[in-house]
């Protein structure tokens, strides 16, 4: 299960709008690459919509059926708007749906046989 947590607005290149709903994950555990402690975390991800401004607030605390995966992305760019800092990323968080994980766990990787 995923909770919507928020939404995020944004302007379409044409000059219109649509808005982002912001969905997290389940609480994970982490262990730190620097302290060797551990920590708590949740996934987050941003899903488009059709929804306006309104409905987005009503859904904020709704749980939905689904999971928050981390997958390969071409590489792009973030800029830090605090420091400046510029970042090149190349994964991101998606929203998988149950059927999604499904499929994705009984489909076999294609194979070259020679």
């Known amino acids: 299960m ?45 899903v488009s919509s059709t929804f306006d401004e309104a409905t987005c607030k009503s859904l904020v605390g709704t749980s939905i059926p689904g999971t928050i995966k981390k997958v390969q992305v071409d590489p792009y760019e973030y800029t830090n708007t605090k420091t400046g800092e510029i970042t090149t990323y190349s994964e991101r968080n998606v929203f998988v749906t149950p059927e999604e994980e499904i499929l994705e766990s009984n489909v076999e990787e294609e194979r070259m046989v020679i």
Do not use: H, P
């Open 2 to 46: 995923v909770t919507i947590i928020n939404y995020k607005s944004y302007e379409k290149e044409d000059g219109g709008n649509f808005n982002a709903l912001i969905v997290q994950g389940g609480l994970e555990t982490v262990k730190s690459k620097e302290t060797g402690q551990i920590y708590f975390t949740a996934k987050t991800a941003q």
